[in-house]
């Protein structure tokens, strides 16, 4: 079973950056597809991008593209999302996910606990 922990939220003010880590343990880190999700109060969750460690290009959803960048450091078997020009409706607890296949936003088996991020105006 994949473990995932995250860290590196906070609130930040418009504007803004913050950057997400999420560390993998449990299993070979090159073999899985690696996710960022987030949900807001009364909100569904929102896929936000995903990438597959053993080679490809990141996917992003429309709502961040741009603005938000995937990266990962595979011999940390660690997955960071690097979030620029944040928005007040960036607020959410942001969740680091893992699985096997990125074909769908539905192929994640495995999830991180979470961590805050708040938005000020």
């Known amino acids: 079973q994949v473990q995932l922990v995250e860290s590196g939220g906070g609130s930040v003010q418009a504007g803004g950056s913050l950057r997400l880590s999420c560390v993998a343990s449990?299993?070979?880190?090159?073999?899985?597809?690696m996710g960022w999700f987030r949900q807001a109060p009364g909100k569904e969750r929102e896929g936000l991008g995903k990438?597959?460690?053993?080679?490809?290009?990141?996917v992003y959803a429309d709502s961040v593209k741009g603005r938000f960048a995937i990266s990962s450091d595979n011999a940390k078997n660690t997955l960071y999302l690097q979030m620029n020009s944040l928005k007040p409706e960036d607020t959410a607890m942001y969740y680091c996910?893992?699985?096997?296949?990125?074909?769908?936003?539905?192929?994640?088996?495995?999830w991180g606990q979470g961590t805050q991020v708040t938005v000020s105006s």
């Open positions: 449990r299993y070979p880190y090159s073999n899985l597809c």
């Open positions: 990438i597959y460690i053993g080679g490809g290009s990141a």
């Open positions: 996910a893992a699985g096997w296949t990125c074909l769908t936003w539905s192929d994640f088996a495995y």
